[in-house]
T-cell receptor, first 112, second 114 residues
Framework: QQQVKQSPQSLIVQKGGISIINCAYE??????FPWYQQFPGKGPALLIA?????SEKKEGRFTISFNKSAKQFSLHIMDSQPGDSATYFC???????????FGTGTRLKVLA | SAVISQKPSRDICQRGTSLTIQCQVD?????MFWYRQQPGQSLTLIAT?????????ESGFVIDKFPISRPNLTFSTLTVSNMSPEDSSIYLC???????????FGSGTRLTVV
């Protein structure tokens, strides 16, 4: 119940295309769902996050879609650029807790 | 968000030795976290470090192997003791400034044990 399943493990997208990464969770107590972006040699950086009271959140080219009934959420990167090439982690956190459960990561490569 | 300085950024160590990793934050934080990221893997929480109290370790991690110090609200150290090649990982320091904020991570320490 504490797992967050992330797919795909790796993704190759053409420049200008849409990158989609999916995550699924079991624990209905989770109420905060962030996405992190990690470049080689760097620590993960918070990209965007959502709470389950909304179904979608958009920040620039990055959108989180959230399906509470299906217990799934996804990251969409519109107009993907080579600079978006990185590893992306989804995570989930429960109400009142500081602990995150991270997904297994998706290595994205955007071809120029 | 907080700015975290972590050092060393990388090290190559002999098995059986110990390495201490330092984490400095530019603001006072109650809780600091230490994560391990094995090659190509996700992030695993090692322990939570509160100032003035013993660190709280996650299942699979013990104080004898990963002693942590937290002498004040801006600094912490993680020691990887009696290292073996299986300890080769990236070790990350992190802080969270409140329940509504995401974690901020340091750049990590890439440890290779030979």
């Amino acid at each position: 119940q504490q797992q967050v399943k992330q797919s795909p493990q790796s993704l190759i997208v053409q420049k200008g295309g849409i990158s989609i990464i999916n995550c699924a969770y079991e624990n209905t107590a989770f109420d905060y769902f962030p996405w992190y972006q990690q470049f080689p040699g760097k620590g993960p950086a918070l990209l965007i996050a959502i709470r389950p009271d909304v179904s979608e959140k958009k920040e620039g080219r990055f959108t989180i879609s959230f399906n509470k009934s299906a217990k799934q959420f996804s990251l969409h990167i519109m107009d993907s650029q080579p600079g978006d090439s990185a590893t992306y982690f989804c995570a989930a956190s429960g109400s009142g807790t500081y602990k995150y459960i991270f997904g297994t990561g998706t290595r994205l490569k955007v071809l120029a | 968000s907080a700015v975290i300085s972590q050092k060393p950024s990388r090290d190559i160590c002999q098995r059986g030795t110990s390495l201490t990793i330092q984490c400095q934050v530019d603001s006072q934080v109650t809780m600091m976290f230490w994560y391990r990221q094995q090659p190509g893997q996700s992030l695993t929480l090692i322990a939570t470090a509160n100032q003035g109290s013993e660190a709280t370790y996650e299942s699979g991690f013990v104080i004898d192997k990963f002693p942590i110090s937290r002498p004040n609200l801006t600094f912490s150290t993680l020691t990887v003791s009696n290292m073996s090649p299986e300890d080769s990982s990236i070790y990350l320091c992190s802080v969270r400034t409140g329940l509504n904020y995401g974690y901020t991570f340091g750049s990590g320490t890439r440890l290779t044990v030979v």
